[in-house]
Every structure is written in C-alpha cells, then in structure tokens.
C-alpha cells in the first residue's frame, strides 16, 4: 500500500520515469546549517574520495563531478587537510577559479598531527594546519572550520575551543564545529557555545544519532552533517561480493580498523553481512527509485540533519545522489519497514559501538 501512496506523492516525477525521460537532473534543496546562516543543499559533496584512499582516481573525472554538483545546486563542499595531503582542497580551489557561483567548503584540521593525542590541539598547531588549509583553498578565510574526530579527551579542554574562537577573531576561519566519531563526544562539544555544526555517520545501518543527538542539536540550533550516507558505497546498491577494491581503498585495508577508527568503514558492518543486509534492503526500494535515492531520502527525513555529504568520483554519481534531494518524504508504512530491518539485521550487531 505504501508503494502506491508513495507513488502518488512524488508525482510528476514518477511520470517522468515512466514516460522514459526518467533522469532528469533535479535541483537540490536548501536548509540553513545551524546558526551560521549558510543556506546549503540538502544533498552536498563529501570529497574525500578524491583526494584519496580510494584508490585511482583521475582529476579530470573528479573535477567533472565538482562541476556536475554546481550546476544541480549543491553548494556546499566537504573536504579536510589530509585527503590525499592537500589534494582534494586543491581541486575545491580549482573550482572556485574555474566557477563564479557562490558555494562553501568546510575543511577539517587536527589530523596532520603525530602522535595523534590531545595535546596536539593547542592553539598554534591549530593555526597552522588552518593556514596550510588557507593556502590550499587560496582563500583569506575558511567557511567552516571542523575538528576531525580528535581524541576524546579533546572536548573536555575549554582552551581547544577558545583557540577555535580566537582564530575566529583573527578572521582565519568564520565559524567552526567537529566532525565526531561517537554519539557522546558530539553531545559534549556542542555544550561549547562556538560549535554551529556536528559531522558525523548517520545512515541507514548507523541510526543512533536520532535518538538524543539530534533533538539536543535542534535545541541549541547546531547544524548535522551526516557522512557515510551511503556506507562506504554500500547503500548504493552497486558492491557484491566479486567487487573488487585497490589496494590503496580504505574498504580493502580498514574493514576490521586496521588504519584508522572501525566504524568509517562500512561503518563498522561486516561487508557479507552489509551485502545481506543491502538485499533486504533492495525489497522495501519503492518502484521508480534506486537504492541510494532510498539511503539518502531517509537521512533528509530527519528535521534535525541539514545535509548529507556522499562521496562522489563521477558525476552520474553526483546526479543520482542529488536526485534524492528532490524527492518527498518517504511514507510513514516504509520508514517502519526500514526500522523493523534495521531492528532486527543491525542495532544488535553495531548500535551502542559509537
Ligand atoms: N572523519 C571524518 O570527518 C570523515 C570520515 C569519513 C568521511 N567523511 C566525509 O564524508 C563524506 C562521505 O563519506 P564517504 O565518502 O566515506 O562515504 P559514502 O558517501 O557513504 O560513500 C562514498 C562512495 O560511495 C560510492 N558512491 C557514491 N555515490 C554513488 C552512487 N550514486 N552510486 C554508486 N556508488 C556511489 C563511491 O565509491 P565507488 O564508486 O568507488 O564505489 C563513493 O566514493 C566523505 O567524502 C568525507 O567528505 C568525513
């Protein structure tokens, strides 16, 4: 039943699948990120992937992509310090050269230090990573400057964040927030009155982040940025068992955490498993959409997230990914049908992990 309510609902787009003229490229909407007035696209662009750890990529190819998210409307851009060393902020700079359109790009900073300990964040690290950054961009000031995933301990030190404010005096960076890996670390930041935004996963096999989080971050008016909305590539439906991952793809070397935090990968789901998963997934995709429109649909039906950030290396990518911004909420009857999966395929194997 709840196939053909929604069927009704979206409409005219339906139709024009039907009529074959289905992939019309949709422009994506927007939703104000917190309280730093940036009215960015609910489906935006996480550009790690190329900047690397990926495997190949080709600048051309990721560039084309950049272009193709412009012209349907994202705005918005992901990107951090350490993605292929500077290479994917290079490529947002590129852009900006290449494209008067208005658009923002949040980078990220802490990473590049080692021993990656708390210590690390002290103001003139902090600093220098953002003038790196600042160089990399070939910008005076970043839009948004984001932690990544430090240490814990890191949001228990009121100086990290008055370092954060002091650079915003400095003009070097106009607002800030974290990119966290648990649940708790983001309730704890945002008691930090200078944090306007939470990055952190969020998609259909990682949903603990709505059952507090995400009513707290709408009290305090902090933006969500929900990465991995896809899974590593999994939620779009297009991975098997056969697939096979470069050596230098983090789906081939960190699915236990062998690298970096377990939960980035796959977020933290065996991959058979994920595969099985996917199939029960691929029984409740409505008629007319793909799996990744369902995956990122889903994640926009949560007030509380301003937007998804999916890694995309090509633009047919970008163009499906942006589709499922311009899609209406999925129906009541299927959001219960993905919690009962989620319920019984998943919260046991990952939920209070992160
Ligand atoms: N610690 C942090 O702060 C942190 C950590 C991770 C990610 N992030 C940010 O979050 C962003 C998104 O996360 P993510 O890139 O790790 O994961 P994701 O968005 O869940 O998955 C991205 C991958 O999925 C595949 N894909 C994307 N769109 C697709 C489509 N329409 N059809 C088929 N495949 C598609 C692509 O890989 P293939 O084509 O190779 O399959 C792509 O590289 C990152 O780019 C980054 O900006 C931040």
């Known amino acids: 039943m709840w196939e053909l309510a929604w069927e009704l609902r979206k409409g005219a787009f339906t139709k024009a699948k039907r009529r074959g003229t289905a992939f019309r490229e949709a422009q994506v909407k927007l939703r104000t990120l917190g309280r730093t007035g940036f009215e960015i696209s609910t489906v935006s662009f996480g550009a790690w992937a190329i900047g690397g750890t990926w495997g190949q990529v080709d600048d051309s190819e990721s560039l084309a992509a950049l272009h193709k998210a412009l012209d349907l409307g994202v705005n918005f851009f992901d990107t951090a310090d350490v993605y292929g060393d500077g290479h994917s902020e290079r490529l947002l700079a590129r852009l900006r050269r290449e494209r008067k359109d208005p658009f923002w790009i949040t980078t990220k900073a802490g990473r590049r230090s080692s021993p990656h300990v708390p210590d690390q964040y002290h103001y003139e690290n902090l600093r220098g990573w ?42 070097k960076i106009r607002h800030y927030g974290v990119s966290v890996e648990r649940v708790e670390e983001a309730l704890k930041a945002i008691e930090f009155p200078g944090v306007e935004s939470v990055q952190l996963i969020f998609n259909l096999l990682r949903r ?49 955490g062998e690298a970096f935090d377990r939960g980035e990968t796959f977020s933290g789901i065996d991959y058979q498993v994920g595969l099985e998963i996917v199939e029960e997934l691929r029984r409740l995709v409505p008629e007319g959409m793909t799996l990744a429109e369902l995956a990122l649909r889903w994640i926009l039906d949560h007030e509380a997230v301003t937007c998804a950030i999916p890694g995309a290396k090509r633009p047919t990518q970008v163009v499906e ?12 009857e299927l959001h219960r049908a993905l919690e009962k999966l989620y319920d019984e395929r998943v919260r046991g194997l990952v939920h209070q992990l992160w």
């Not at 953002?130 to 000031?141: G, H, I, P, W």
């Not at 603990?208 to 933006?223: C, H, I, S, T, Y």
């Not at 990914?321 to 009541?332: G, S, T, W």
Request: glycine share 4%; net charge positive; with cysteine.
């Open 130 to 171: 953002v003038e790196r950054s600042l160089k990399n961009l070939e910008t005076d000031a970043i839009d948004l400057l984001q932690l990544h995933c430090p240490p814990t301990d890191v949001y228990y030190r009121p100086d990290v964040f008055g370092a954060l404010d002091r650079l915003v005096k400095e003009g």
């Open 208 to 256: 603990r982040p709505a059952d507090l989080l995400f009513q707290r971050a709408l009290e305090k008016r902090v933006g969500i940025l929900a990465r991995l909305p896809l899974s590593s590539g999994l939620l779009a439906g297009k991975l098997t068992a056969n697939t096979k991952f470069a050596n230098d793809d983090h789906r081939n070397f960190n699915r236990k």
């Open 321 to 332: 990914n942006a589709r499922a911004a311009d899609l209406p909420p999925l129906p009541p």
